[in-house]
């Protein structure tokens, strides 16, 4: 069975600085892996999607990798802002005959103190 | 969040009451989600549909039943609410392309489930 796992739990950072969020994944056989947003009393936001081929993706101050064979992926978010804060989670695609399914991690909180 | 809808936002029911939470959408996806997520849980996935009338369970889906008549409504019912049951339920949908497995999902704003 696939685990997904983020450490730390929560996380506060002094706004300015850079910060990487880890993802890690017992079962290396995925199609991709994703990183979300979630803020509040919301739902989430698909931030970056890597495909298993790729080895990272990049969107404006955000860059995820991936390491299929370690089973780890990391968000690296630079010059972090208040508008940051919020819960980011991983997420991997697993095959199922056809009808994949995502696995998510629990998540990070992330506090960006002004 | 544009093109997903879920009702109610928050419902209070108690302990052997059935419940129903409903998602719909304008998108013409076809994989339509029912997640919850629980503290510690993250989010788990309870029952998932390919198409009107294709439905199939999730690693969470034990007093639960879900129906899809239409593309653009999935429904999640309870048929016999209990406390375990107290979570925020989300709904998500995905057009996903093939085998790549390129899920991008979509998710609802969700709808918080107190079962006293």
């Known amino acids: 069975k696939q685990e997904v796992t983020q450490i730390p739990a929560a996380l506060s950072v002094p706004e300015g600085e850079n910060l990487v969020l880890n993802c890690s994944f017992t079962?290396?056989?995925?199609?991709?892996l994703q990183w979300f947003r979630q803020d509040p009393g919301k739902g989430l936001t698909s931030l970056l999607l890597i495909q298993s081929s790729q080895r990272e993706q990049t969107s404006g101050r955000l860059n995820a990798s991936l390491d299929k064979s370690s089973g780890r992926s990391t968000l690296y978010i630079a010059a972090s802002q208040p508008g940051d804060s919020a819960t980011y989670l991983c997420?991997?695609?697993?095959?199922?005959?056809?009808?994949?399914?995502?696995?998510f991690g629990t998540g990070t909180r992330l506090t960006i103190i002004p | 969040d544009a093109g997903i809808t879920q009702s109610p936002r928050h419902k209070v029911t108690e302990t052997g009451t059935p419940v129903t939470l409903r998602c719909h959408q304008t998108e013409n996806h076809r994989y339509m989600y029912w997640y919850r997520q629980d503290p510690g849980h993250g989010l788990r996935l309870i029952h998932y549909?390919?198409?009107?009338?294709?439905?199939d369970k999730g690693e969470v889906s034990d007093g639960y039943s879900v129906s899809r008549s239409k593309t653009e409504d999935f429904l999640l019912t309870l048929e016999s609410a209990t406390s375990s049951q107290t979570s925020v339920y989300f709904c998500?949908?995905?057009?996903?392309?093939?085998?790549?497995?390129?899920?991008?999902?979509?998710f609802g704003a969700g709808s918080r489930l107190t079962v006293l």
């Open positions: 549909s390919y198409g009107v009338k294709d439905t």
């Open positions: 998500a949908i995905s057009d996903r392309t093939g085998t790549s497995g390129a899920n991008v999902l979509t």
């Open positions: 079962d290396s056989a995925i199609y991709n």
């Open positions: 997420a991997v695609t697993i095959p199922n005959f056809g009808n994949e399914k995502l696995t």
